[in-house]
T-cell receptor
Framework: KAGVTQTPRYLIKTRGQQVTLSCSPI?????VSWYQQTPGQGLQFLFE???????NKGNFPGRFSGRQFSNSRSEMNVSTLELGDSALYLC???????????????FGSGTRLTVV | KNEVEQSPQNLTAQEGEFITINCSYS?????LHWLQQHPGGGIVSLFM???GKKKHGRLIATINIQEKHSSLHITASHPRDSAVYIC????????????FGKGTHLIIQP
C-alpha cells in the first residue's frame, strides 16, 4: 500500500514569505500529525488532527497553522517565515483507537525547508 | 510538562554486541514509541508500548510503567542497525502530543 506522501520534498523560501506543505496519509488513517526537526531542538510536535479537527497543538507561535480535509489529507502553513524556521518538517499518519490514542505511526519522508 | 530523557547520546559498538538504549519520562503516559531514523531523515516506527515487552526480530523493547522507564535492546548487532534511535511518549492531549527524546546515535562497526 502507498505510504505517507509529503510534498514538496525540498523548498527554499525568503524571509517574510509564507509556505504551505502538504501531507497525504495512508488510506484509512484518520489521524495526521506534524513535527519539526532541527539539529538544535531535535523533533518537536506541531499539531495533530483527527477527522478534520485539531486535537492537540504544540508550543509554536501562531504563524504555524494547519488543517485537515475530509479525505484526511493535511496541510500546514507557516506565515512570515524566519531564518529559524529552516528545518525538516515531517508528518505522520496513524490509526486511532476508540479513545483517540493514535497508534501505528507511519512517517513521511519530510519536507526540507530552507529560509534564506 | 512531560520530559523524555535518552541515554546514551552516542554509542559505538562492534558487530555482534548486545545493545541497550534507555529512555525515561517524567509523567504518566498513554504509550511509548521507539523510532529509527536513518541518514536522509526517513523515520520508521519500531514499537509502540503501553506495558510489558515486545519483540520483533533482533529488537526487543520493554517498559516499566511504575519506574517511567523503557529500554530498547538489539541482539547480535549488525552495521545495518547503525541509525539514530528515538523514544517518544504520548500523554494523550494538550500541548504534548508526541514528546521526543534527543535520540541515540548508534554506530555498529564491522
Amino acid at each position: 500500500k502507498a505510504g505517507v506522501t509529503q510534498t514538496p520534498r525540498y523548498l527554499i523560501k525568503t524571509r517574510g514569505q509564507q509556505v504551505t506543505l502538504s501531507c497525504s496519509p495512508i488510506s484509512g488513517h484518520r489521524s495526521v500529525s506534524w513535527y519539526q526537526q532541527t539539529p538544535g531542538q531535535g523533533l518537536q510536535f506541531l499539531f495533530e488532527y483527527f477527522s478534520e479537527t485539531q486535537r492537540n497543538k504544540g508550543n509554536f507561535p501562531g504563524r504555524f497553522s494547519g488543517r485537515q480535509f475530509s479525505n484526511s489529507r493535511s496541510e500546514m502553513n507557516v506565515s512570515t517565515l524566519e531564518l529559524g524556521d529552516s528545518a525538516l518538517y515531517l508528518c505522520a499518519s496513524s490509526l486511532s483507537r476508540g479513545n483517540y490514542i493514535p497508534y501505528g505511526y507511519t512517517f513521511g519522508s519530510g519536507t526540507r525547508l530552507t529560509v534564506v | 510538562k512531560n520530559e523524555v530523557e535518552q541515554s546514551p547520546q552516542n554509542l559505538t559498538a562492534q558487530e555482534g554486541e548486545f545493545i541497550t538504549i534507555n529512555c525515561s519520562y517524567s509523567v504518566g503516559i498513554s504509550a511509548l514509541h521507539w523510532l529509527q531514523q536513518h541518514p536522509g531523515g526517513g523515520i520508521v516506527s519500531l514499537f509502540m508500548l503501553s506495558s510489558g515487552k515486545k519483540k520483533h526480530g533482533r529488537l526487543i523493547a520493554t517498559i516499566n510503567i511504575q519506574e517511567k522507564h523503557s529500554s530498547l535492546h538489539i541482539t547480535a548487532s549488525h552495521p545495518r542497525d547503525s541509525a539514530v534511535y528515538i523514544c517518544a511518549s504520548y500523554s494523550g492531549g494538550g500541548a504534548d502530543g508526541l514528546t521526543f527524546g534527543k535520540g541515540t546515535h548508534l554506530i555498529i562497526q564491522p
